[in-house]
C-alpha cells in the first residue's frame, strides 16, 4: 500500500512539475516598485563566492545566497552584490537563489567601465539540480529531466555603467535565476535592487487532477487486496 501511494504522489508531483515549467519565461523591464520580499545584505562575512543576505526584513537570516564565479562582496541596508575579488573585472556570474521558491524576481544591474548585453538564465523549482551551480543554469541538455526543461535562458538586454533600470523574471516557479554577461570583454560591477515575490501553489490543472485520482485508485485496489479475510466462526 505505502508503495502505490508513493508512486501516485510522484506521478502527481511530476506531472505538477511539468505544468509548470511549460509556463513561458520572461525577463522585461519595469519600474523600481520593490516587490513582497526585498533583500538585505549581510556583510558580517568575509568576501566569498557566496555571500548571504536576508529577506523580507533586515533580520540577518541568511536564506537567501548569492554565488558568483569569482569573490563576492554584499553590501548592509538593501543588498548590493559586487565584485569582492582581489583581481577587479572578472566577476560574469551572480546567481541569485532564496530559500523560498518564487514566482518573481525583480532586479537591477551595472556593468563594469562598458555597456553591454545582460543574459538572465532560470531554474524552474522541482529540477533536483543545485541551485548555486552555474552549470544549472546553462547545460540545457542536464536540465531536461523526464521531458521537462527546467532551465533556461529568459531574455536578454543591455546595461551600462550606470544603469538604474530594473528588470523583472517571471513566467513560472523558480528555484532560482542567474545573470551572466554575454562575453567576457566586460563584467559585472554590481547586482542591486533585489526583491522577489514567493511562489504560490498552483491549481493542479486537469492532467494533475486524473493522475491523481488514477493514483488513489490504485491505493483503494491495494488496501482491498491487503485485507485479510474474517475469521470463520467455529460452530
Sequence with gaps: MKRAMMTAL?????????SAASATVTVTATNGTPLDNQIYGDPTGTDSIHVFGSAPSNNNANNVEYTGNTDLHITNGFAQISDGGTVQGDLNNIIV????LFSEMKFSTQLEGTSGTVNVFYLLA????????IASYTNFAACLIGGVQYCGQAGSYTSGQTDN???????????GMM???SDGSFSLFQLKQNSYNGAVA????????????????????AMRRRRKPALAQIA
Excluded: C, H, K, R
Excluded at 10 to 18: C, I, K, R
Excluded at 97 to 100: A, C, E, I, Y
Excluded at 126 to 133: I, K, Q
Design 165 to 175: 533600470q530594473n528588470y523583472l523574471l517571471a513566467g513560472g516557479t523558480f528555484d
Design 97 to 100: 537563489n532564496p530559500n523560498d
Design 202 to 221: 498552483a491549481v493542479p490543472e486537469p492532467a494533475t487532477w486524473a493522475m491523481m485520482l488514477l493514483g488513489f485508485g490504485g491505493i483503494g485496489v
Design 179 to 181: 545573470v551572466q554577461t
Design 10 to 18: 510522484a506521478a502527481a508531483a511530476t506531472v505538477a512539475f511539468a
Design 126 to 133: 522541482g529540477s533536483g539540480l543545485d541551485a548555486n551551480s
